[in-house]
């Protein structure tokens, strides 16, 4: 049975631009597929909030292209808006009028939604019970969700949210997250810039990493992770271990971490951290064993996305 292609939602190729003869954006390239929450991971400057007003034509690109949803964004640009929906920074909204008022305003600059569509988007973000308040009443979280709302209307085959989480409290995170899992669950596309790791390593299938105007990294969350996991040994005599495990061509790389010898173990021993594939484990744990070496533990350390990212970016700080 053939396994069916994805549809891609959003398309970005070789995407450039220049500002005074200084690149801003150094040729980026992604797709984004049909119910996916997509995570565009980088610090405060490495060009995320540029690279979303290029992908909804708030400004040009200097080369390149985006297509959403086979539309190009720049030659067939009201074709493709009809089919996004977006929230850069914060939502754009009238804090003396009711969030119902508010999405009444909006909906008549598009075509074809009533009164019925506005019920519905109302529903979706959960907000009938207060959707008649004044929005000056609102929290930021409701804010948020009003926004979203907002950009719902038209009926978007793609949501795209800059920093969505920013100035929420640790509840308000965790209520957004769960929003936006139950808007893909539903078969919306979306993409999400943020800053915040562990939220987009919880949230998202998948996260382009971008550092000083370069995606250095495209890939599922947990495929990303499962690359820069280690192996940790806990072995006695250490520099022998040492020894055997730099000669194995089951290990990539070696590293002997600085930590004293738990209780009970020899101070001979050492832990050692591998760079190897898992599957290896049982069979470089025999050869350690038939070379006369204790072996005390023997951990797998996958890291977070922060520490991936670190490694990537050589150290560059999120802010």
Excluded at 232 to 242: F, L, N
Excluded at 256 to 269: C, F, H, N, Y
Aim: overall charge negative; proline content about 4%; hydrophobic content about 40%.
């Amino acid at each position: 049975m053939a396994i069916a292609t994805p549809q891609i939602v959003l398309s970005v190729n070789n995407l450039k631009k220049r500002i005074k003869n200084k690149e801003i954006i150094k040729g980026i390239s992604f797709d984004v597929y049909a119910g996916e929450i997509f995570g565009f991971l980088g610090p405060n400057g490495s060009g995320k909030t540029t690279t979303i007003r290029m992908l909804v034509d708030l400004i040009r690109p200097t080369e390149g292209t985006i297509h959403i949803c086979g539309f190009d964004v720049h030659k067939e640009h009201d074709q493709a808006m009809r089919k996004v929906g977006c929230i850069v920074e914060n939502p754009e909204l009238y804090s003396y009028l009711t969030g119902w008022e508010n999405l009444e305003h909006f909906a008549r600059m598009l075509p074809d939604v009533d009164d019925n569509r506005i019920k519905e988007v109302v529903d979706i973000v959960s907000m009938d019970a207060r959707i008649h308040d004044k929005v000056r009443t609102y929290s930021l979280g409701m804010r948020q969700r009003l926004g979203i709302a907002q950009a719902l209307l038209g009926r978007p085959s793609l949501l795209i949210l800059d920093e969505p989480t920013n100035g929420l409290d640790p509840q308000g995170i965790k209520e957004m997250r769960e929003f936006i899992q139950r808007l893909a669950a539903g078969g919306l596309s979306l993409f999400v810039s943020s800053h915040l790791l562990s939220e987009l390593q919880q949230m998202c299938d998948r996260v382009a990493i971008i550092s000083h105007g370069e995606v250095i990294q495209v890939g599922a969350v947990d495929e990303l992770i499962a690359q820069g996991g280690r192996v940790v040994w806990t072995v006695s005599p250490g520099d022998q271990a040492e020894r055997v495990l730099q000669s194995s061509e089951m290990v990539l790389s070696v590293h002997t971490l600085d930590s004293d010898s738990p209780m009970g173990i020899p101070a001979a021993a050492k832990q050692i951290a591998t760079q190897m594939d898992q599957v290896n484990i049982p069979k470089l744990s025999q050869r350690l064993i038939e070379e006369g070496i204790s072996l005390y533990a023997v951990e797998i350390k996958n890291p977070t996305l922060e520490d991936l990212f670190l490694r990537l970016t050589e150290g560059e700080r999120i802010e």
